[in-house]
C-alpha cells in the first residue's frame, strides 16, 4: 500500500501495533453508530480489526503527523452501487475518525487526498461514498469534497438494536474522464 501525504497527514498502511490507537476512537459508541457498526470493547477486538485491514490491504491508518498518532481509517472497496455505471472503475470510500479531533478538518483532508490518489494513480473512474441519514458531520465532509448527491436506500443496521435508516449516496467522477 503506497503511502499519502498531506501537510497534516500521512495514508499508510496498518501496523500490528497501531491496534491500541484504532480501540481507543473505535471503542467509543459515537464512531460505531455513525458507521453503522458494533462498538468494539476489547483489545482483542482491535487487534482481529488491524489484523483484517493488514490482511485486506484496502485500508488506510490515518495518521496526524504532528502526534505520530493514528487518528482514524479511510479505505477503499470495489462496490458498484448504481448498475448504470458498474462498467467504469470505480471504488467506495467510507472513514471513520477519532471523535477526540472530530471538528479539525482531518477527515476532509484524508479524503481529499484519498481522491486525489485514486484519480491520478489508480486510473479510478468514479468515487462512491456514503452517510447515514442522521450522520450531519459525515455528511459536511462529503459535500467539502465535491461529491454529488445520486440516491438514498433503506438498510437495516447493527447499531442501535438493528434500525432501518436511510443511507445517502453520492459519487464523484475523475474529472479527467468526464471531460
Known amino acids: 500500500m503506497k503511502q499519502i501525504e498531506s501537510d497534516r497527514l500521512i495514508l499508510r498502511g496498518w501496523k500490528t501495533e497501531d491496534f491500541v490507537d484504532l480501540f481507543e476512537y473505535a471503542s467509543d459508541p459515537q464512531v460505531g453508530i455513525n458507521a453503522g457498526n458494533s462498538t468494539i470493547h476489547t483489545f482483542d477486538e482491535a487487534q482481529k480489526i488491524v489484523a483484517n485491514y493488514i490482511l485486506k490491504d484496502r ?3 490515518i495518521v496526524l503527523k504532528a ?35 472530530w471538528g479539525n478538518g482531518y477527515a476532509t483532508e484524508a479524503t481529499r487526498i484519498l ?21 450531519e458531520r459525515s455528511k459536511r465532509v462529503i459535500e467539502k469534497c465535491g461529491f454529488e448527491y445520486k440516491f ?3 438498510k ?5 438494536n ?11 467522477f475523475n474529472p479527467e474522464i468526464r471531460k
Do not use: C
Open 59 to 61: 485500508a488506510y491508518a
Open 67 to 101: 502526534e505520530n498518532k493514528v487518528i482514524g481509517s479511510i479505505g477503499t472497496d470495489e462496490v458498484a452501487p448504481d448498475e448504470t455505471v458498474k462498467h467504469l472503475k470505480q471504488r467506495y470510500v467510507g472513514f471513520a475518525l477519532n471523535p477526540r479531533y
Open 115 to 135: 481522491i486525489i490518489y485514486l484519480f491520478t494513480q489508480e486510473n479510478i473512474e468514479l468515487i462512491w461514498i456514503s452517510h447515514f441519514s442522521f450522520n
Open 152 to 154: 438514498s436506500k433503506d
Open 156 to 160: 437495516i443496521i447493527m447499531v442501535p
Open 162 to 172: 438493528y434500525a432501518i435508516v436511510s443511507e445517502l449516496f453520492y459519487n464523484l
